[in-house]
């Protein structure tokens, strides 16, 4: 059975840092991408970052870019995205979701499984 389970989020003031984690198992790590995406109170889903994990390439949405980082340790099936210089913009419900991709992309279609979601609240 694939399980992704997330954890880390919270409140945090704004410029402040969190930092998401995203345990996997059920399934071979290395062939996934993993992607967090995000979702506001009535806003869509947005997608944040992704990462390859055959070869760790990663992508980031704008939005973030320079901002947050997204890295994997392959001996505990864990992905991670470091969030930093937060703004009150980045309050949603994240999810981790993992698709047997050799690409990093941040599109929801390419993801089949998805975790329960962490709530990062962030403060002004």
């Known amino acids: 059975e694939v399980q992704l389970v997330e954890s880390g989020g919270g409140w945090v003031p704004a410029g402040g840092s969190l930092r998401l984690s995203c345990a996997t198992s059920?399934?071979?790590?290395?062939?996934?991408?993993i992607g967090w995406f995000r979702q506001a109170p009535g806003k869509e889903r947005e997608g944040v970052s992704s990462?390859?994990?055959?070869?760790?390439?990663?992508f980031y949405a704008d939005s973030v870019k320079g901002r947050f980082t997204i890295s994997s340790d392959h001996a505990k099936n864990t992905v991670y995205l470091q969030m930093d210089s937060l703004i009150p913009e980045d309050t949603a419900v994240y999810y981790c979701?993992?698709?047997?991709?050799?690409?990093?992309?941040?599109?929801?279609?390419?993801?089949?499984?998805w975790g329960q979601g962490t709530q990062v609240t962030v403060s002004s």
């Open positions: 059920g399934f071979t790590f290395d062939a996934y991408a």
């Open positions: 979701a993992a698709g047997k991709w050799s690409i990093a992309t941040i599109w929801p279609w390419a993801y089949e499984y």
């Open positions: 990462i390859a994990l055959s070869d760790n390439k990663t």
